[in-house]
Structures are given as C-alpha cells and as structure tokens.
C-alpha cells in the first residue's frame, strides 16, 4: 500500500461525506492528498539522506586519519553535492498548484512527481552502498572507484532531480507562457 492511499485511508467521516456532497471538492481533495504524500515522502528521503551525509562526513575522517589527502577534493565535491540535493528535497515545490499559484499542475502529473519522488530512493540505497564499500575498503586499491563513484552519483541525483522541475513546469520556466501546442 502506498503513502498516498494510507492517507487516503484516514480520511475522517465528515471529509467523506462533503466530498460526496459538494461538486468539486473530491478532486481538490484528492490533489490535497497527493500533495501531502509527496511532501512526506521527500521529507522522508531528506532525513535518510542527513543519515548517509553523516556517514559520508565520517568517510572524510577516514581518509584524514589513513593518509588519503589525494581523495579529499573529490569527497568534498560528493559532500557539497549530497548536502545540495538535500536542500532541493527539503525546499523543492509540493507538486500542487492552487487556485492562484502560477504553476497549475494536473492530477496525472501529480501523480508522476510522486512516482518520480518515490524512485529517487533508489540513489540514497546506492549512494549508502557506495559509501560503505569506500570505509570497508579505506586501504584498497579500488577506494579511488568507489570515491569517484560517491562523488557522480551525487552530481547524477541533483541531475535527475531537475527533471522533477521539468515535470511541474512542463518544460517551462514559471513566469515565462508555455510553448504554443
């Protein structure tokens, strides 16, 4: 069962009645729940992430006490990735657009900026993994790899998430109109 339907689920009796009364509110409800969902889960992957960034900062440490001052640049490049992509979860747009907002965003595509949230963790598993195979392997010859590959992945999940922006603006920059169809 996904986020979204749980918070379906506990809908209290009297949402469910004047959803079923008044015309239009379901689908404002509906949107509201979705937005809700998708609020929860980036704050979810946020705090994961303050987790794996702790553990990154401990690989910095690592590095410092074995000797490996040739890695730091790229650790510190991952760092400063990780704790980016953690302000974008944190401060990113719910994925809903009131009655006034500038950004109207339709139900299909609410529902994509969830599923697209909901994949994004896969890169806090595989930026964990990284990061554990790197502090197992402090002295081996493939630390470097693994460094290289905690710095991209970083630099790959900012990446992909400007795409979550594409999806809410459909292409285009708030404020600008929309490409005629």
Known sequence: MSLLDRIKENMFGLER???DALPGYKGYKQKELRREADKLLRETLAARLRTVKT???NLQQDLIS???FDLLDETGSAVTQLQTFIDRLRTAAY????F????RVKEDTLDQVYAFDAALLDYVDRIEGAIGRARE???SEDLRAQILLIRDLTREANMTFDQRK??????HEVGTPAPEA
């Open 137 to 139: 392997g402090i002295n």
């Open 166 to 171: 594409e999806i809410l603006t459909g292409g």
């Open 55 to 57: 553990q990154l900062d």
């Open 95 to 98: 994925g809903y657009g009131g």
């Open 17 to 19: 009645g004047i959803a």
């Open 100 to 103: 006034f907002d500038a950004v």
């Open 66 to 68: 074995s000797g490996n």
